[in-house]
């Protein structure tokens, strides 16, 4: 099956910093990829779709000067988290939606964000 | 009441048991998804399905749109079969996944 990457799988920061995130699509172009964020013992949440070439999509609630997602290419979404904080801390996923088929979503393996 | 429910939230079977996984959803979809999710967070697809019922080794996913019900059933249960099973629905016309809260299981030897 298709296969989506991200990078990188942990990263640990200091508050204030910002760290940026990678999600692939390795043998398909994405023109959708979406990212979620789960909370321990949660199920995942929407952040934002990503569409290249266009400005990303937000949820409600999600602040985008936050959370800053470019999709620059067919193969590459990154989400910067700025001036991070220690509740930033959880996991993100991203999917990207195979366009040869109807609503197949493949997600990557994740990324474990820790701010201290 | 949210939109997808699962039960159980939490089950634990013995090695070899058959397990079934239920989900239920109050909105008009064009896909139901099974996804797969082990300790350590990355999630596989397992299944994507729209109606009928589809097979994959010893997983079977079924779904019924009227009754708006899939069920995910695991025949021959393993250890490694132990993960968080989530089922998630593409709400109709769009590519927006909505998550139940998952199904946590344990399956001993």
């Known amino acids: 099956g298709a296969v989506v990457s991200q990078h990188p799988s942990r990263v640990i920061c200091k508050s204030g910093t910002s760290v940026k995130i990678e999600c692939r699509s390795l043998?398909?172009?994405?023109?959708?990829m979406f990212w979620y964020r789960q909370f321990p013992k949660q199920s995942l949440m929407l952040m934002a779709t990503s569409n290249e070439g266009s400005k990303a999509t937000y949820e409600q609630g999600v602040e985008k000067d936050k959370f800053l997602i470019n999709h620059a290419s067919l193969t590459l979404s990154t989400l910067t988290v700025t001036s991070a904080h220690p509740e930033d801390s959880s996991f993100y996923i991203c999917s990207a939606r195979d366009p040869r088929g109807t609503y197949e979503q493949y997600f990557g393996p994740g990324t474990r964000l820790t701010v201290t | 009441k949210n939109e997808v429910e699962q039960s159980p939230q939490n089950l634990t079977a013995q090695e070899g048991e058959f397990i079934t996984i239920n989900c239920s959803y109050s909105v008009g979809i064009s896909a139901l998804h099974w996804l797969q999710q082990h300790p350590g967070g990355g999630i596989v697809s397992l299944f994507m399905?729209?109606?009928g019922k589809k097979k994959h080794g010893r997983l079977i996913a079924t779904i019924n749109i009227q009754e708006k019900h899939s069920s995910l059933h695991i025949t021959a249960s393993h250890p490694r079969d132990s993960a968080v099973y989530i089922c998630a629905v593409s709400q109709y016309n769009t590519d927006k996944l909505i998550f139940g809260t998952g199904t946590r299981l344990q399956v001993f030897p």
């Open positions: 399905l729209s109606s």
């Open positions: 043998d398909f172009q994405a023109t959708t």
